[in-house]
């Protein structure tokens, strides 16, 4: 079992930066692909941004393209979303997961956070 915990979200205005980390606790993390997906209400989770086990390759949404940044430390077990240049449609519940491949599909990965609230005002 992998236990997740997101950390960082908060109210931000837009333009502003963020640093969203995922703390992974019960199973080491350096085997598993892992992203970060959003969600708002009434909408299905989104895919945001994925890294492979090692770190070496990343994936990431169009609408994201050139402002987040996901990366990795394996030696601590924690997964980071660095996101800048903020826009309102940004505002979400951000969850990080874990699962065999570093896949822009949710139902790939195995293990969830509980999420963490991201709002960027005008």
């Known amino acids: 079992q992998v236990h997740l915990v997101e950390s960082g979200g908060g109210l931000v205005q837009a333009g502003g930066s963020v640093r969203l980390s995922c703390a992974a606790s019960?199973?080491?993390?350096?085997?598993?692909?892992m992203g970060w997906f959003r969600q708002t209400p009434g909408k299905e989770r989104e895919f945001v941004a994925s890294i492979a086990p090692s770190g070496g390759s990343t994936r990431y949404a169009e609408f994201v393209k050139g402002r987040f940044i996901i990366s990795r430390d394996n030696a601590k077990n924690t997964v980071f979303l660095q996101m800048n240049s903020l826009k309102p449609e940004d505002t979400a519940v951000y969850y990080c997961a874990a699962g065999g491949v570093f896949s822009i599909v949710a139902r790939t990965y195995d293990y969830w956070g509980q999420g963490t609230q991201v709002t960027v005002s005008s």
């Open positions: 019960g199973r080491t993390i350096s085997s598993y692909g």
